[in-house]
């Protein structure tokens, strides 16, 4: 029997705290991983770190900065470009896209789940990340975990299937599940800029912000 | 439009060089990408780079190597473990199974397909892969082709597409089409060992010697 349940690609953020806590209270035993893969926000890296520890399970971080000779620019990565501020919308949001970067960060999350005859590989992809990101819709999370049996079969675990219980829910609709198992949300990090405090304006961060008040809940993050 | 026509994850073997020239005498424009993984015959890299000078195309290296931090053991990457020798066969040659490799490799292809909105990421899967790598199979590459049109939508080139024209082919069917295009594959390297010479013994080498006598042409290869 394998030590880890599931595999759980992590950043540092709220949606993946809440899938990494809500696997464990469900019994599960996860190992997290989380990548740098050359983002700015590198900050969250350490978030990732500390979620580990504050749920005493072990957390990798896997370095394969080295795909950005690869891409184009997205803002996320490349200096000379401006991570955008404003509302999460494709006009404005499209250039934070990284190709293909949920179907690279889950085949190699699948990899470990093999290795360790884990279960499940899972992600905290949601409603609100489907506009831009087409990794992130329902389509491919069902396609992705279809294809990962075929890819593995007979190597690993032979009920190995994917976990992402949040992609028919809202970010406002899976907060109060981690408010309710006492989840401080002030010790992740969302913001694409990466400074010493959250910078309140880009996509994500303005996207917590609205999460908060909608829920009607006291937003523990720290703005500029 | 596009500078690159195919993305192909290509190492420095028979079946990959094959592939490459393939893709170039058929009009085809493609950028050469090589993993180092952190496999012990890293001088399959070597001959990658030999591939893309001789074809004169781009070619890159992209170290993923971090991921071992993931992985069980696999005879190709753990120093503790022997390449196996004698047939390819699953009793023996499991051991030589990187969980997840080709769909790791094609995913991170699939990010530069994207950035280069090119049409085919490619890779030179053949029949005498199937039984043990379970990555190497007709309905693998579908479904991959398939996750990755989802992955990408809107994002890269409309009709982007697998091109894997060896795997309905066995090696005997498909190095005669190198030979008949002038390919010399004494510049390939294939050998899981990765000594000065091929070793002769290995899965991979036992392989490329009957390959040879099947077609009745003089094998290139030193072996030791």
């Not at 209270?25 to 350490?46: N, V």
């Not at 360790?116 to 329902?138: K, L, N, Q, V, W």
Request: hydrophobic share 35%.
């Amino acid at each position: 029997m394998s030590n880890y349940s599931h595999v759980l690609v992590v950043s540092g953020g709220m949606n993946s705290a809440t899938l990494a806590h809500m696997c464990v209270k469900d019994g599960g035993s996860p190992y997290l991983i989380t990548f740098d893969y050359g983002q700015k926000h590198r900050k969250e890296i350490e978030y990732a770190r500390l979620l580990g520890e504050n749920l005493g399970v072990p957390h990798q971080v896997v370095n394969i900065s080295n795909i950005q000779k690869l891409l184009g620019g997205s803002a996320l990565t490349d200096d000379g470009m401006e991570v955008p501020e404003g509302h999460y919308e494709v006009s404005n949001m499209s250039i934070t896209v990284v190709p293909n970067r949920n179907a690279i960060f889950l085949t190699i999350a699948y990899a470990a789940v093999v290795s360790f005859e884990s279960e499940y590989g899972g992600a905290a992809m949601h409603t609100g990340d489907h506009t831009i990101y087409p990794d992130c819709r329902p389509e491919f999370v069902n396609i992705l975990g279809n294809m990962q049996k075929i890819a593995t079969e007979g190597t690993g675990n032979p009920n190995l299937s994917i976990w992402t219980p949040f992609i028919d829910k809202s970010k406002a609709e899976f907060a109060p599940i981690g408010l309710a198992m006492g989840l401080d949300y002030g010790e992740t990090w969302s913001c694409y800029k990466g400074d010493r405090l959250h910078c309140g304006r880009c996509g994500t961060c303005v996207e917590q912000k609205e999460v908060f008040e909608l829920i009607g809940t006291l937003d523990p993050t720290q703005y500029q």
